[in-house]
């Protein structure tokens, strides 16, 4: 995946999440950010890693987003690794 089109991936991960009324309070909360934050910042690809490593800290999360964006289970894992400082580590 190139990172133009991670990009497209965490924005529309991003607006499902301010859309979805039980899990942006939960982000919101982790980040101590709000919803202006969230506008303001929605370009800024150091934020929208953000937004894809929290949604992949769950896999419901992940199951949810990727049903509702007809996307395989492995799209945000994969645009996190696209975006800057998403390189997997190989410890070996």
Known sequence: ???EHAQVIALQCL???AGNDELCPIFLGATGGSIEDLRAQAGD???QSSVLEFLTMDDAWVIAFCDAHD???DV????RYAMPGGESVHWT
């Open 45 to 47: 690809t150091a934020f």
């Open 15 to 17: 607006g499902w999440l």
């Open 1 to 3: 995946m190139n990172p």
């Open 76 to 79: 945000p894992l994969r645009a």
């Open 71 to 73: 996307l395989k289970y």
